[in-house]
């Protein structure tokens, strides 16, 4: 008998009825009244995710890919050089994006399974006498490892180095989902897409801009039409943009916001927080291995989870969508094949938790991974009773 789908992807995540129901509706003229005044809705709400009163919302249909060239191409010129912190497959991409650009990317290599070190950060900003280093990117939360680097951190390198760089922050898989304060940690270019902590289907990529990057952007010479920031910002500030926007979708966003004020963000971060401790719990009960090192570098928006030794994890989630219906989150890069991933973010309570991890305890079984079926649900009811 076919249930409701067991998304437990990072996303895109389930999209609440509230938000299905407000994009069910007809599309309006996108340059009349009602259409400006959903956008400068859209655009305060987004504002106060990012914790951002300085801060300016740039909208784009496209994907967080698109975020990435977005955050480059406006702020850095051919030749320019930045320092990538490449700690997974996603902060992988963004280095590889920069480059396709002619920016020199220096890359500070960091393990699968480890945040970005702040140190090594200032250690090299502060041998950076002249300067020559433009823009530091970090992912706020790698996708593909489950882990969560410090951004309040490097910006603590930069100013204690007195270092001039742009910081450009990835926060797809952890915006509206773990604490980002953009004003507070001095971030120049925060980046995301609505799919996962903002509750929506793919389709948009948003960006949080500093009054730094947009002068950057006015020396800036890499080539860009579509992703322009300037035009965006203009026609915005009229609720308008510069070509068809995605219409349906900031009917979703606009509701979506809402949800999210009516929660209150500091109890959204609690909920995310708790949820994923219950997860962690359930996969350490199972006795199987985390991929994330550090304790204080948990990601509170998935769970990437090793496969015991002679299980491949491709095979195990094919398994599990076949039999179950349940999807889980490939290995991605150096860990491809050997970690399956649990997604625990946007719209998600205890009872949902709880259905997607006996799902996984029901499959590691059948799959034929020796554990004791209960351990992992008993853990995460345990300590959600607690």
Not at 31 to 50: E, I, M, N, Q, S
Request: aromatic fraction near 6%; charge should be negative.
């Amino acid at each position: 008998m076919p249930g409701r789908p067991f998304l437990q992807i990072p996303g895109p995540t389930l999209v609440p009825e509230r938000v299905m129901r407000a994009m069910a509706q007809a599309v309006i003229d996108h340059r009349g009244p009602t259409f400006g005044a959903l956008v400068h809705d859209c655009l305060a709400g987004l504002k106060d995710v990012f914790q951002t009163t300085r801060g300016q919302i740039v909208l784009y249909p496209g994907s967080g890919t698109g975020a990435w060239e977005a955050a480059l191409v406006n702020t850095l010129s051919p030749g320019d050089r930045a320092l990538a912190c490449v700690n997974g497959h996603f902060s992988t991409g963004f280095a590889k994006t920069a480059a396709a650009y002619g920016i020199e990317v220096e890359r500070l290599e960091v393990a699968y399974g480890e945040g970005v070190p702040a140190d090594r950060v200032a250690a090299r900003l502060a041998a950076d006498t002249a300067h020559e280093l433009r823009a530091v990117l970090v992912v706020h939360n790698e996708t593909s490892t489950g882990v969560t680097s410090g951004v309040a951190a490097v910006r603590a390198a930069l100013d204690g180095s007195g270092h001039p760089a742009l910081l450009l922050v990835d926060t797809v898989s952890s915006l509206a989902s773990i604490d980002f304060k953009f004003d507070a940690w001095g971030v120049d270019v925060a980046l995301t897409g609505p799919q996962k902590g903002l509750m929506l289907p793919p389709g948009m990529a948003i960006l949080a801009v500093s009054e730094r990057a947009l002068t950057a952007s006015e020396k800036a010479k890499c080539p860009r039409a579509f992703w322009d920031w300037q035009p965006v910002l203009e026609r915005n500030r009229r609720g308008e943009f510069p070509y068809t926007p995605a219409t349906v979708l900031l009917f979703g966003l606009r509701e979506a916001l809402a949800m999210l004020h009516e929660e209150g963000l500091a109890n959204v971060f609690a909920r995310h927080a708790r949820l994923a401790e219950a997860c962690r719990r359930a996969v350490q009960a199972l006795g199987l291995a985390i991929l994330c090192r550090k304790p204080e570098e948990y990601s509170n928006t998935l769970t990437a989870v090793v496969m015991p030794h002679g299980f491949d994890s491709d095979a195990f989630i094919r398994h599990a969508a076949q039999r179950l219906d349940m999807s889980l989150g490939v290995g991605l890069g150096a860990v491809k094949g050997t970690v399956f991933r649990i997604g625990h973010l946007g719209s998600l309570n205890e009872l949902e938790l709880l259905g997607g991890l006996a799902g996984v305890e029901l499959m590691l079984k059948d799959f034929g991974v020796p554990i004791r079926l209960g351990a992992g649900v008993t853990a995460a009811e345990e300590f959600l009773l607690a």
